[in-house]
């Protein structure tokens, strides 16, 4: 156990390291946050800012000299520097699971070998790869292998032609192809693993995306049995599609908290940003009982932008509903699709619904968000 008054070091300066910040900080713990911006989400909450790139040695050696124990607050940090972390201090979770969850061939690899299922997809890895696929991939969904998220470094495809060009404006760099499938929702699951084994499963989520019981236990069993065959220590996310026809498959994992995780702030026990502090503390697991109802809305910087111009959105009028919890994320500039905030209603699941509804209203909120 590391106790409170130590440091604990992360990678990444975003908004899901300035949550585990406050909520390391809350149990008594120093934080070291190490990103190359000057000013970040988590560096300018963080007890100590290392400003410097992920893999340069001196803030690496700066971090392990200073922390007893470091994590990462996003997939794309190279694993070489975990790597390096991992031979001074704790590192969790480790960079051969980090390694595998950050590049897409890799991780379908891993999904299918642990017996699960994933979409039907194929390895496009050069021009002759794309022209060898299968014509039952399309309409499908072109991704790239590495550094994608949030919808970004993927097309969707209807046809050869369509994937030539994508894989082309891409860069040519190695991409999957996945069939698009008929979907009836997505959900997800966030799970914690400590260093001796012991797992906690979060309640599942349901995503809703704009642009685009039974089965929640199959989803816990299949979100465990991972980060079991992983070896995983740390917080993970699991994402998966539920078909039209019933099934399950794997979408992706998040080696890390996760947005869809953001109601156990307030909705939870124990948040997911605390128990990461927990296993890297190397105390118990905390309890993930849910003791209310909850909804939770991601704030873009399209709330800030009204008739092309940049203005405060009402939060008073958030704020007099008596089930919401705001929580922005210390971001100065309000961008199209930037993530700058979530706002969580948490109470009787009819109010909830209802308070939703006012909130779209008056945060002009498309439906799904």
Same mark, same amino acid.
Request: net charge negative; charged share 15%.
């Given at each position: 156990?590391?106790?409170?008054?130590?440091?604990?070091?992360?990678?990444?300066?975003?908004?899901? =390291?300035?949550?585990?910040?406050?909520?390391?900080?809350?149990?008594?713990?120093?934080?070291?946050?190490?990103?190359?911006?000057? @000013?970040?989400?988590?560096?300018?909450?963080?007890?100590?800012?290392?400003?410097?790139?992920?893999?340069?040695?001196? =803030?690496?050696?700066?971090?392990?000299?200073?922390? $007893? #124990?470091?994590?990462?607050?996003?997939?794309?940090?190279?694993?070489?520097?975990?790597?390096?972390?991992?031979? $001074?201090?704790?590192?969790?979770?480790?960079?051969?699971?980090?390694?595998?969850?950050?590049?897409?061939?890799?991780?379908?690899?891993?999904?299918?070998? #642990?017996?699960?299922?994933?979409?039907?997809? %194929?390895?496009?890895? @050069?021009?002759? #790869?794309?022209?060898?696929? @299968? %014509?039952?991939?399309?309409?499908?969904?072109?991704?790239?292998?590495?550094?994608?998220?949030?919808?970004?470094?993927?097309?969707?495809?209807? /046809?050869?032609?369509?994937?030539?060009?994508?894989? /082309?404006?891409?860069?040519?760099?190695?991409?999957?192809?996945?069939?698009?499938?008929?979907?009836?929702?997505?959900?997800?699951?966030?799970?914690?693993?400590?260093? &001796?084994? !012991?797992?906690?499963?979060?309640?599942?989520?349901?995503? /809703?995306?704009?642009?685009?019981?039974?089965?929640?236990?199959?989803?816990?069993?299949?979100?465990?049995?991972?980060?079991?065959?992983?070896?995983?220590?740390?917080?993970?996310?699991?994402?998966?599609?539920?078909?039209?026809?019933?099934?399950?498959? +794997?979408? &992706?994992?998040?080696?890390?908290? $996760?947005?869809?995780? $953001?109601?156990?702030?307030?909705?939870?026990? /124990?948040?997911?940003?605390?128990?990461?502090?927990?296993?890297?503390?190397?105390?118990?697991?905390?309890?993930?009982?849910?003791?209310?109802?909850?909804?939770?809305?991601?704030?873009? =910087?399209?709330?800030?932008? !009204?008739?092309?111009?940049?203005?405060?959105?009402?939060?008073?009028? +958030?704020?007099?509903?008596?089930?919401?919890?705001?929580?922005?994320? =210390?971001? @100065?500039? #309000?961008?199209?699709?930037?993530?700058?905030?979530?706002?969580?209603?948490?109470?009787? %699941?009819?109010?909830?619904?209802?308070?939703?509804?006012?909130?779209?209203?008056?945060?002009?909120?498309?439906?799904?968000?």
């Amino acid at each position: 156990m590391i106790p409170p008054g130590h440091w604990l070091g992360l990678l990444g300066g975003g908004q899901l =390291g300035r949550m585990f910040c406050m909520a390391a900080q809350s149990m008594g713990y120093k934080v070291a946050v190490l990103d190359p911006a000057p @000013s970040c989400p988590a560096g300018d909450v963080a007890d100590r800012h290392i400003a410097a790139e992920y893999s340069d040695a001196t =803030g690496l050696k700066t971090l392990a000299e200073l922390c $007893h #124990a470091v994590t990462t607050e996003f997939e794309n940090v190279p694993a070489d520097a975990l790597a390096y972390l991992a031979q $001074h201090c704790i590192v969790n979770p480790a960079a051969d699971a980090v390694a595998i969850a950050q590049d897409r061939i890799s991780e379908k690899q891993f999904i299918q070998q #642990a017996g699960l299922q994933v979409a039907p997809h %194929a390895v496009i890895d @050069s021009s002759a #790869a794309l022209e060898q696929c @299968s %014509a039952n991939l399309f309409p499908g969904i072109l991704k790239v292998s590495r550094l994608g998220y949030d919808g970004k470094g993927q097309a969707r495809v209807d /046809t050869i032609e369509q994937a030539r060009a994508a894989f /082309t404006a891409m860069g040519g760099v190695p991409c999957v192809l996945e069939q698009q499938l008929a979907l009836d929702k997505e959900l997800s699951v966030v799970v914690a693993r400590s260093r &001796e084994g !012991t797992c906690a499963v979060y309640p599942v989520a349901q995503n /809703t995306h704009c642009h685009g019981i039974l089965l929640a236990q199959q989803a816990r069993e299949a979100a465990l049995h991972l980060v079991q065959a992983l070896h995983y220590v740390g917080v993970l996310c699991v994402e998966f599609f539920v078909l039209q026809d019933g099934r399950l498959v +794997v979408n &992706e994992m998040a080696p890390r908290p $996760h947005n869809s995780g $953001h109601y156990t702030i307030d909705a939870c026990v /124990t948040s997911q940003f605390e128990q990461q502090a927990r296993i890297l503390a190397g105390v118990p697991l905390g309890s993930v009982l849910q003791h209310a109802p909850a909804i939770m809305l991601n704030l873009l =910087g399209d709330v800030w932008l !009204t008739r092309g111009h940049l203005q405060e959105p009402d939060w008073v009028a +958030v704020l007099a509903l008596p089930t919401a919890k705001l929580h922005l994320y =210390g971001k @100065s500039e #309000a961008r199209i699709g930037r993530k700058m905030g979530h706002v969580t209603l948490i109470g009787e %699941a009819a109010q909830i619904r209802h308070d939703v509804v006012k909130i779209r209203q008056r945060l002009n909120l498309p439906e799904g968000e």
